[in-house]
């Protein structure tokens, strides 16, 4: 659900699945959705709108190649990018 909490967080568990090439679906929070933007690791889902849920579940569920890649892309973006190694210098 899109809060101004969830606007303003990243939760742990995003980066564990994109790790695990878990394909990615998510609310449409603002850091959330620029990352799964960013990488292609995923689909946003507008807040509250099941009907667009179900939409992006099926488009998912009919292109098994899509989800392949988001997986990989997540994987890429996580060894790559988003982890302890390459962002600790940052603070």
Same mark, same amino acid.
């Given at each position: 659900? @899109?809060?101004? *909490?969830?606007?303003?967080t990243?939760? *742990?568990?995003? =980066?564990?699945?994109?790790?695990?090439?878990?394909p990615?679906?998510?609310?449409?929070?603002?850091?959330?959705?620029?990352?799964?933007?960013?990488?292609?690791?995923?689909?946003?889902?507008?807040?509250?709108?099941?009907?667009?849920?179900?939409?992006?579940?099926?488009?998912? =569920?009919?292109?098994?190649?899509?989800?392949?890649? =988001?997986?990989?892309?997540?994987? @890429?973006?996580?060894?790559? @990018?988003?982890?302890?190694?390459?962002? @600790?210098?940052?603070?």
């Amino acid at each position: 659900m @899109k809060t101004e *909490h969830t606007d303003n967080t990243i939760p *742990h568990k995003l =980066f564990q699945y994109m790790l695990l090439k878990k394909p990615i679906l998510a609310t449409n929070c603002n850091p959330i959705e620029r990352i799964l933007k960013e990488t292609n690791a995923g689909r946003v889902y507008k807040s509250g709108d099941s009907e667009d849920l179900a939409e992006k579940v099926v488009e998912l =569920f009919n292109n098994e190649n899509e989800l392949t890649q =988001f997986g990989i892309n997540g994987n @890429k973006a996580v060894m790559d @990018k988003y982890n302890w190694n390459e962002t @600790k210098s940052s603070y």
